[in-house]
């Protein structure tokens, strides 16, 4: 080990100030260490000359350990100080958003160093923004950021090329450009992979794949035992240094193993993560684990996020039916009308008679249902968030059909009064048209957010009104169904109900609908229902997701970003 090679660069990055304005970049042990193994050991080239064994670093390890900022610091640190003329630096994301965060983090630092900020003004460096690209003109070097969605196939003379979150790569192309024959110019060429563990459950991935090669790597130099029956042969390849964090580093991938583990142990999320205690706060991780002790989605995030474990959880469940139970709407019926439904259901909207709300839409024509959902917000009279399942629709025609296919009794929930059967095969327009009128007629209903799908006919009519009944327009406010729309109603309709800060009247087909909720969620911890993967119909929840996104739009907006940014949770 050469700690004073190895200190050129620890020395470097100590000087670069963090993105997020809290002082200079603090390296924490775990980067000191791998750090200083990756550029502190040398060996001896067939010239003589003295450079680094290791070519690759692997580094795999869970969200919010800080591996985005160390990405754009070591990106500085070969632009400026490794000493590689004409050198090409790339750092690569999976997409043009993760790219932006990790160039504004090595823009911010070279804009807020005491020397660097200089050379900005002197044009020593050149910041191109549009492209991405840092210049610096002493030594003919630039460092750019590159994402999967924009970037050449040929051309490339990388010095240094460092991927941010490798699981997240859609395809091997950009892999396959930056590494096969690439470097081969350059006398000490180094590639970085930064990390987490992915959702791949096909196992196809470039993620999994270089996941693979650095356990396999691990296995060779004896950090833990080959599985049971395998009798494969691991080969070490020593110009590679994997590093890995996580439920992979403990259990050496053992399905068994990683069934049997504890994953609410303390002691194991400080062995997973170790950022704790300086970019992840222990109150945090405790607040995570117990949403995934309630939560399906939930858990698997924890296992994939914090426990940076390989899993399926592309789609998974939402929120629980015993959670869904607990927060129907606890009705006060007159005496003699105990357990009469109907009744339940007048007195809650009779209570609820001129407060303000809002309207969520899901339209259909023929197998799926239509459904319209009134949100109340809390406000004078009202302390918690109530959701009325003011309309739901199917066809009529075909209903024995769909009865057998659904295996569910569609007509009983029909003469219980849960949905309405339209005369013919299609769904019957004007009936939703009317019951939004009479919505708008009951209560302050201040605006209805609608899935674009199939709205090209009722949107316009809603929107010129009937001044022949003397009823005006209705503002209407278009949900898109995109994971990045949906994702943040989804969250706070989580919360709320989990908290019992939203309650809901009783029907027993919009229950049977939002047990039947299946999730698609991504790296970010974003999500969005998928009616293609769900169990069975799922229009109601819709409906009422897009009710939440348009009181989102509608009422006073919660924290600024000044005091998001000052929060535990933000980070990058």
């Known amino acids: 080990m050469d700690e004073a090679e190895a200190g050129v660069v620890l020395d470097f990055v100590a000087t670069l100030p963090l993105s997020n304005g809290r002082g200079d970049f603090r390296l924490q042990e775990w980067q000191r260490e791998a750090l200083e193994q990756f550029y502190g050991t040398l060996t001896v080239d067939e010239l003589g000359h003295r450079v680094r064994l290791y070519q690759y670093l692997y580094l795999e390890l869970p969200k919010k350990n800080g591996k985005s900022e160390l990405a754009a610091a070591l990106g500085i640190y070969h632009l400026i100080a490794d000493g590689e003329q004409s050198g090409e630096i790339y750092v690569v994301a999976a997409d043009r958003d993760n790219a932006g965060i990790v160039f504004n983090a090595a823009a911010y630092m070279l804009e807020h160093h005491p020397v660097f900020a200089k050379w900005l003004k002197n044009g020593t460096l050149r ?70 563990a992915g959702d791949d459950p096909d196992r196809t991935s470039i993620g999994w794949e270089i996941h693979c090669k650095a356990m396999d790597i691990l296995r060779a130099r004896g950090m833990f035992p080959a599985p049971e029956d395998d009798e494969r042969e691991y080969l070490d390849d020593p110009v590679w240094l ?91 019926l007159p005496p003699g009308q105990k357990g009469v439904k109907s009744a339940q259901r007048l007195v809650l909207r009779e209570q609820l008679r001129g407060k303000r709300c809002y309207g969520g839409l899901d339209l259909s024509k023929t197998t799926d249902l239509t459904a319209l959902v009134l949100l109340f917000p809390p406000q004078k009279g009202l302390e918690k968030w109530v959701a009325l399942f003011w309309g739901i629709w199917r066809p009529e025609e075909g209903v024995e059909d769909a009865e057998t296919r659904d295996h569910v009794p569609y007509r009983d929930w029909a003469r219980a009064g849960f949905l309405t059967l339209c005369p013919g095969w299609t769904v019957d327009y004007d009936m939703v048209e009317e019951a939004i009128y009479q919505a708008a007629e009951w209560y302050d209903l201040q605006m209805v957010g609608y899935d674009p799908a199939l709205s090209w006919t009722l949107v316009p009519r809603l929107s010129a009104g009937q001044p022949e009944k003397g009823r005006g327009p209705i503002k209407l406010v278009e949900c898109p169904q995109d994971m990045k729309n949906m994702s943040p109603p989804m969250k706070a309709m989580d919360k709320e109900i989990r908290d019992h800060e939203m309650l809901h009247e009783h029907n027993t087909c919009v229950r049977w ?16 229902p998928m009616k293609n993967l769900s169990r069975g119909r799922i229009d109601p929840p819709v409906a009422w997701i897009n009710a939440r996104m348009a009181a989102m739009i509608g009422e006073p907006m919660g924290p600024g970003i000044n005091e998001h940014v000052q929060s535990e949770d933000w980070g990058i």
């Open 127 to 196: 910041l191109v923004r549009s492209t991405k690209t840092i210049y610096y003109r002493p030594t003919g070097s630039l460092m750019k950021v590159l994402s999967s969605e924009a970037y050449s196939k040929h051309g490339y003379k990388p010095s240094c090329v460092i991927f941010d979150e490798l699981h997240a790569q859609p395809n091997r192309e950009l892999w396959d450009v930056m590494t096969f024959g690439a470097g081969s110019a350059r006398e000490q060429p180094v590639w970085i992979v930064l990390t987490t």
């Open 242 to 332: 994997p590093i890995i964090y996580g439920l992979s580093a403990i259990t050496g991938d053992d399905e068994d193993a990683i069934n049997d583990i504890d994953i609410y142990d303390e002691t194991l999320w400080r062995q997973c993560n170790p950022g704790i205690g300086t970019t992840i706060k222990l109150s945090t991780v405790r607040q995570e684990a117990a949403n995934a002790r309630r939560s399906e989605a939930a858990e698997k995030l924890f296992r994939w996020l914090r426990l940076n474990q390989w899993v399926a959880v592309k789609t998974v469940g939402w929120i629980p039916l015993t959670v869904y139970d607990k927060t129907q709407w606890p009705y006060e």
């Open 513 to 528: 609908t939002f047990g039947n909720v299946r999730c698609r969620v991504d790296g970010n911890e974003n999500m969005k």
